[in-house]
């Protein structure tokens, strides 16, 4: 990995520590929404540690049961490692609102995600510049919750 690559990893990070602090510093009153898109937190478990690890992310397309994440990373070029865990375990919760439940994630089939996509970047513009910024196809997670 290189320096830069460790650096914006670091970055991201603390995004996250801070978006965590200030949804327990206000006591989940700020922070549950970034513009009209829902923040949430999602719970995987490490596909190599086997712990569970956690990540605050937004869901651009959402309806009752049903949360639609974006696996851009910014415009890397490296999946994100969260998006790594759910290829390896796809059982996950997924925080909405303080609300912990548990949900089966599944990537986009590539039908689903051109049906998907108009809706995510008409939300969120910012997402067609990360997938201008690199040459993966930044993956489209669609999590269900179970009953």
Request: proline fraction near 7%; charge should be positive; aromatic fraction near 6%.
């Amino acid at each position: 990995m290189t320096m830069r690559q460790k650096l914006y990893d670091a970055v991201l990070k603390g995004m996250n520590l801070g978006h965590r602090a200030l949804l327990w510093l206000s006591r989940g009153r700020v922070g549950w929404a970034i513009g009209p898109m829902p923040a949430v937190e999602l719970h995987t478990i490490g596909r190599v540690s086997g712990s569970r690890r956690s990540t605050m992310l937004t869901a651009p397309v959402h309806s009752d049961g049903r949360w639609v994440l974006v696996a851009s990373k910014g415009g890397d070029d490296r999946d994100p490692d969260w998006y790594r865990n759910l290829l390896a375990n796809p059982e996950a919760e997924l925080t909405v609102r303080g609300r912990t439940l548990p949900v089966h994630t599944r990537t986009a089939s590539p039908e689903e995600k051109a049906e998907l996509w108009p809706k995510i970047v008409a939300v969120n513009p910012g997402y067609a510049g990360y997938q201008r910024k690199t040459t993966r196809d930044i993956p489209v997670v669609i999590c269900e919750a179970l009953p």
